[in-house]
Nanobody
Framework: QVQLVESGGGSVQAGGSLKLSCTISGYTYDTYYMAWFHQAPGNEREGLAAIESDGSTTYAGSVKGRFTISKDNAKKPLYLQMNGLRPEDTGMYYC?????????????????????WGQGTHVTVSS
């Protein structure tokens, strides 16, 4: 059974930084496509960044240059370093994983494309 658990959320002032973590267990596939999604209050979940098992990354335009996704290897946690946070970054952050997505921009993917999800961690950015 695949389990994803996010941590690292909290409250920060605009311009500040946070680093989110996502640990994964029970994942036995040889390849992965792992992503971070953001859901602002009243909005749909949207993809922010993703990393594949070959190390390639993709970012949504709204976070490019501010956020960095990383994962050292298949057994290590997934991270999202968030710098220059803005009030509109407030909301729930979810990590997601799927073994059958390859070479696709995160902006082209929908939440329904992912098989595995964490429960989320909340971020509040105050102005």
């Amino acid at each position: 059974q695949v389990q994803l658990v996010e941590s690292g959320g909290g409250s920060v002032q605009a311009g500040g930084s946070l680093k989110l973590s996502c640990t994964i267990s029970g994942y036995t596939y040889d390849t992965y496509y792992m992503a971070w999604f953001h859901q602002a209050p009243g909005n749909e979940r949207e993809g922010l960044a993703a990393i594949e098992s070959d190390g390639s990354t993709t970012y949504a335009g709204s976070v490019k240059g501010r956020f960095t996704i990383s994962k050292d290897n298949a057994k290590k946690p997934l991270y999202l370093q968030m710098n220059g946070l803005r009030p509109e970054d407030t909301g729930m952050y979810y990590c997601a994983a799927d073994p059958f997505i390859f070479g696709t921009s995160i902006e082209a993917l929908r939440p329904s494309d992912f098989n595995y999800w964490g429960q989320g961690t909340h971020v509040t950015v105050s102005s």
